[in-house]
């Protein structure tokens, strides 16, 4: 089995482009999997090669249950992890890349930012190297390289220092088709179209049959499902899921169309309406509070109508960061559905990032710019910052109506979660 996982010091070094480059070449025959919470990043990969990219989240999930999700999932020739922050980051939290490629003994290629630079290369190299035992580093990639000459300065040097690092190449500063081409957070249609011409020219000078050699590796195989499982409900669940309501981890469903004996996608975007035999409708994160998002849902109102029908038959909801806007009264002026008496207003920076534990004993993670104006509405739970003096209502109840900031995976918690969907 093949699989390698594209990692770096930090942010903005060139994760992404690499990644980017490695899901097209491959994309006949990759799985792309992404470490960590995020949803941005692996919808992406899904622009790219066409397969749902999995989270891998070893703060969300325990080790046996993340080890049974990359088993479960890793059904093609090769599978690429794309790393979150730098390799080490997210140690505190039991989350980092590194936890995730030790525990599943995958390869890991660190990509080095060479700009202005090249014996210094090998000394931050041997820092990450030598900082944890077990770390699974056994190739390296040199973004931002100016020339060939550049680049064997800095491959006579690594060479010269290791004998366990395979220096597989080089990304040459300044790449022709990435000067107009933002990568990363907006993949657009017209930029898709130039992925071929991106992949090729970022993997101009990257020895791929190296690559490929040090990807095999020995999968560490689960043998038992190491979640408590849970009953098959004879019920329909209606997902509303476009590009507003974007973030759907896909294991959350797939886990939702193993457990419920109906499941319907609904586009609000498209006007799509909510099926009248929907027991349960739940709606995902994603934007509704920017302009742009909101104009696009602005006039479904057979869509809004359709969820108001489903509220007043006292029918449960279940709506997470997005969702929960989307059904409160407002964000700043731009009205919502009024199924919670809430009222919200957008900040310029964050509010809240990154991983909590709710009173339900839930773990999961929260990246959100609106806050509660009245912080006195009172909620079901809260979510923490660092103590409960320090915390924050972010989960709201009304009758069978829930909204919550919160993002989890439900296979793990969902015995936890099923009440609020009035199971």
């Given at each position: 089995?093949?699989?390698?996982?594209?990692?770096?010091?930090?942010?903005?070094?060139?994760?992404?482009?690499?990644?980017?480059?490695?899901?097209?070449?491959?994309?006949?025959?990759?799985?792309?999997?992404?470490i960590?919470?995020?949803?941005?990043?692996?919808l992406?990969?899904?622009?790219?090669?066409?397969?749902?990219?999995?989270?891998?989240?070893?703060?969300?999930?325990?080790?046996?249950?993340?080890?049974?999700?990359?088993?479960?999932?890793?059904?093609?020739?090769?599978?690429?992890?794309?790393?979150?922050?730098?390799?080490?980051?997210?140690?505190?939290?039991?989350?980092?890349?590194?936890?995730?490629?030790?525990?599943?003994?995958?390869?890991?290629?660190?990509?080095?930012?060479?700009?202005?630079?090249?014996?210094?290369?090998?000394?931050?190299?041997?820092?990450?190297?030598?900082?944890?035992?077990?770390?699974?580093?056994?190739?390296?990639?040199?973004?931002?390289?100016?020339?060939?000459?550049?680049?064997?300065?800095?491959?006579?040097?690594?060479?010269?220092?290791?004998?366990?690092?395979?220096?597989?190449?080089?990304?040459?500063?300044?790449?022709?088709?990435l000067?107009?081409?933002h990568?990363?957070?907006?993949?657009?249609?017209?930029?898709?179209?130039?992925?071929?011409?991106?992949s090729?020219?970022?993997?101009?000078?990257?020895?791929?049959?190296?690559?490929?050699?040090?990807?095999?590796?020995?999968?560490?195989?689960?043998?038992?499902?190491?979640?408590?499982?849970?009953?098959?409900?004879?019920k329909?669940?209606?997902?509303?899921?476009?590009?507003?309501?974007?973030?759907?981890?896909?294991?959350?469903?797939?886990?939702?169309?193993?457990?419920?004996?109906?499941?319907?996608?609904?586009?609000?975007?498209?006007?799509?309406?909510?099926?009248?035999?929907?027991?349960?409708?739940?709606?995902?994160?994603?934007?509704?509070?920017?302009?742009?998002?909101?104009?696009?849902?602005?006039?479904?109102?057979?869509?809004?109508?359709?969820?108001?029908?489903?509220?007043?038959?006292?029918?449960?909801?279940?709506?997470?960061?997005?969702?929960?806007?989307?059904?409160?009264?407002?964000?700043?002026?731009?009205?919502?559905?009024?199924?919670?008496?809430?009222?919200?207003?957008l900040?310029?920076?964050?509010?809240?990032?990154?991983?909590?534990?709710?009173?339900?004993?839930?773990?999961?993670?929260?990246?959100?710019?609106?806050?509660?104006?009245?912080?006195?509405?009172?909620?079901?739970?809260?979510?923490?910052?660092?103590?409960k003096?320090?915390?924050?209502?972010?989960?709201?109840?009304?009758?069978?109506?829930?909204?919550?900031?919160?993002?989890?995976?439900?296979?793990?918690?969902?015995y936890?979660?099923?009440?609020?969907?009035?199971?």
């Amino acid at each position: 089995m093949k699989a390698i996982c594209i990692s770096a010091t930090a942010s903005n070094q060139g994760k992404t482009i690499l990644t980017t480059a490695l899901l097209y070449h491959y994309k006949n025959s990759v799985r792309p999997f992404k470490i960590g919470p995020d949803f941005i990043d692996p919808l992406f990969h899904e622009k790219i090669c066409k397969i749902p990219s999995i989270n891998l989240d070893t703060c969300i999930m325990n080790e046996k249950q993340v080890q049974w999700i990359f088993n479960n999932y890793s059904d093609k020739n090769i599978s690429i992890l794309e790393g979150v922050m730098g390799f080490y980051d997210g140690m505190d939290k039991n989350a980092s890349a590194y936890h995730v490629t030790k525990l599943l003994n995958i390869p890991t290629v660190i990509i080095l930012d060479a700009s202005g630079s090249y014996i210094t290369l090998s000394a931050v190299l041997k820092g990450l190297k030598i900082y944890q035992d077990g770390n699974t580093i056994k190739g390296v990639v040199f973004n931002h390289v100016s020339s060939v000459g550049h680049f064997e300065l800095i491959k006579n040097q690594i060479e010269k220092d290791f004998d366990d690092v395979e220096v597989l190449g080089w990304i040459q500063n300044r790449l022709d088709t990435l000067e107009s081409t933002h990568l990363g957070l907006d993949l657009k249609d017209n930029e898709i179209n130039k992925l071929e011409d991106i992949s090729k020219e970022v993997l101009k000078y990257i020895d791929l049959e190296k690559l490929e050699k040090i990807a095999s590796f020995e999968e560490k195989k689960i043998l038992d499902y190491p979640f408590e499982k849970v009953e098959t409900y004879d019920k329909h669940i209606a997902i509303v899921n476009d590009d507003n309501f974007s973030f759907l981890y896909h294991d959350n469903l797939k886990f939702l169309q193993e457990s419920f004996s109906k499941v319907t996608i609904v586009n609000a975007i498209n006007n799509e309406i909510i099926p009248s035999d929907a027991d349960i409708v739940y709606i995902v994160g994603g934007y509704i509070e920017t302009n742009k998002a909101y104009e696009k849902i602005q006039n479904s109102n057979d869509f809004k109508n359709s969820l108001l029908i489903h509220a007043k038959n006292k029918k449960a909801i279940y709506a997470e960061c997005a969702g929960l806007l989307f059904i409160s009264n407002r964000v700043d002026d731009k009205k919502m559905m009024a199924l919670l008496p809430l009222d919200f207003t957008l900040g310029k920076r964050f509010y809240r990032m990154g991983y909590y534990d709710n009173e339900l004993g839930i773990t999961g993670h929260a990246f959100h710019y609106t806050r509660l104006i009245d912080e006195e509405t009172v909620g079901v739970y809260k979510l923490y910052k660092k103590n409960k003096e320090d915390g924050t209502y972010a989960a709201f109840k009304n009758e069978n109506i829930f909204g919550t900031y919160l993002h989890t995976m439900f296979r793990n918690n969902f015995y936890k979660i099923k009440s609020y969907m009035c199971l």
